[in-house]
């Protein structure tokens, strides 16, 4: 069965700090990846994805990811963040090599950016 | 932009009650899912759901539980005894096509079972 690392629970940062979020995930076959954020009292929102390409993905907010499918991982990244960026960020995987569509989520790890 | 809506956004049952959750996924989509989270722990699947049939499910997923498509708008999940355990943050979510397709979430019914 699929499984999804997030080593990081809770990150603290001052604003303009750097970002990197980890995620790995077990299954070896194909993959659509997705890290997706829930800012304090909101739904889960999609930050970005990949299915196939290029393995640096950017999504919005400028948020990036990168795929590196040696490590089975795929890493979140932003290179300055903001008080507006503190939220829970999970990342999840569907498993199409395997028939499988539903998303695999890690934990979660909340970012709290201090201004 | 279109959304996922859910209701109730807050529901307290006693223990053995049936429970229905309600949600209207994004209108020309034909995948539907739920998902939970108890709190403190990982977002479960729960099962997903495209035309009129359950197309997966999880080992939670079992006979206390049961999905429905009644109208061409809403997607029901009902818990027909509920448990102390069943206590958790229900999500439904959508999408246009299963495969490669990004699923949108709505925001969550919390079910509180006493």
């Known amino acids: 069965a699929q499984s999804v690392s997030q080593h990081n629970h809770h990150v603290i940062l001052s604003e303009a700090a750097s970002l990197e979020l980890g995620c790995n995930y077990s299954?070896?076959?194909?993959?659509?990846l997705f890290w997706y954020v829930q800012y304090p009292g909101q739904h889960l929102q999609l930050l970005l994805k990949?299915?196939?390409?290029?393995?640096l993905v950017k999504g919005i907010k400028g948020f990036e990811a990168e795929f590196i499918k040696s490590k089975f991982s795929f890493n979140l990244r932003k290179p300055s963040v903001q008080w507006s960026d503190t939220a829970e960020y999970f990342c999840?995987?569907?498993?199409?090599?395997?028939?499988?569509?539903?998303?695999?989520f890690g934990k979660g790890t909340k970012l709290s950016v201090i201004p | 932009e279109p959304e996922v809506t859910q209701t109730p956004s807050h529901q307290v049952t006693q223990m053995g009650q049936e429970v229905i959750l309600r949600c209207v996924p994004i209108s020309n989509h034909l995948y539907f899912y739920w998902y939970r989270q108890i709190l403190g722990q990982k977002v479960e699947f729960l099962v997903s759901?495209?035309?009129?049939?359950?197309?997966?499910k999880s080992e939670i997923f079992d006979d206390q539980f049961s999905v429905e498509r009644p109208d061409g708008s809403n997607f029901t999940l009902k818990i027909r005894s509920t448990k102390l355990e069943d206590s958790a943050m229900y999500f439904c979510a959508s999408s246009a096509r299963r495969a490669g397709e990004t699923q949108y979430f709505g925001p969550g019914t919390r079910l509180l079972v006493l």
């Open positions: 759901f495209y035309n009129n049939e359950i197309s997966e």
């Open positions: 990949y299915f196939s390409g290029d393995p």
């Open positions: 999840a995987v569907t498993s199409p090599g395997a028939g499988s569509y539903q998303l695999t």
């Open positions: 299954y070896g076959g194909t993959v659509n």
